[in-house]
């Protein structure tokens, strides 16, 4: 073999390898950036959902308490259509929580209602119901903690 090929070989070996390097890990980069926006987009999505959720359930349960009859408005359908969009995402347990509030949202409509200043004196003497909305918000927490640990 000639000297000068055998000098080139391994510079040319190295340059190769050295690109490879190169082009591998801007690719495992992008992979990692492309998976991070996917977890920070959902995380967004199921965050804006759930708070909607609580949001309108939270009028909706001050309403049930407060007012004797039962009127569909705004809230009503908007609660029911978050809930069937969490169907679309969400695990059983996070459905399953926003069921079980429009349930006690629904029972306690059926109940004669009570006045502001009495609900607010059963709610600091904590004789009140215990609040549908802590239990779903504690499943809510849970999910976004496993969807940013676990990823998409």
Do not use: W
């Amino acid at each position: 073999m000639d000297l000068p090929v055998t000098n080139v070989a391994p510079a040319f070996l190295g340059a190769i390898i050295g690109a490879l390097a190169s082009l591998f890990g801007a690719i495992y980069t992008q992979r990692s950036k492309d998976r991070l926006q996917r977890i920070a987009g959902e995380l967004a999505k199921r965050e804006a959902v759930y708070a909607d959720f609580v949001m309108s359930a939270s009028n909706l349960l001050l309403k049930a308490y407060t007012h004797d009859e039962i009127v569909l408005h705004g809230d009503e359908p908007r609660l029911v259509g978050l809930v069937n969009r969490m169907r679309l995402f969400a695990p059983p347990e996070v459905v399953g929580g926003a069921e079980a509030v429009l349930r006690s949202i629904v029972e306690i409509s059926l109940k004669p209602s009570v006045e502001l200043r009495q609900l607010a004196k059963e709610a600091l003497s904590k004789s009140l119901d215990p609040d549908p909305l802590l239990a779903f918000s504690t499943i809510c927490r849970s999910d976004l903690d496993n969807v940013q640990r676990k990823g998409v």
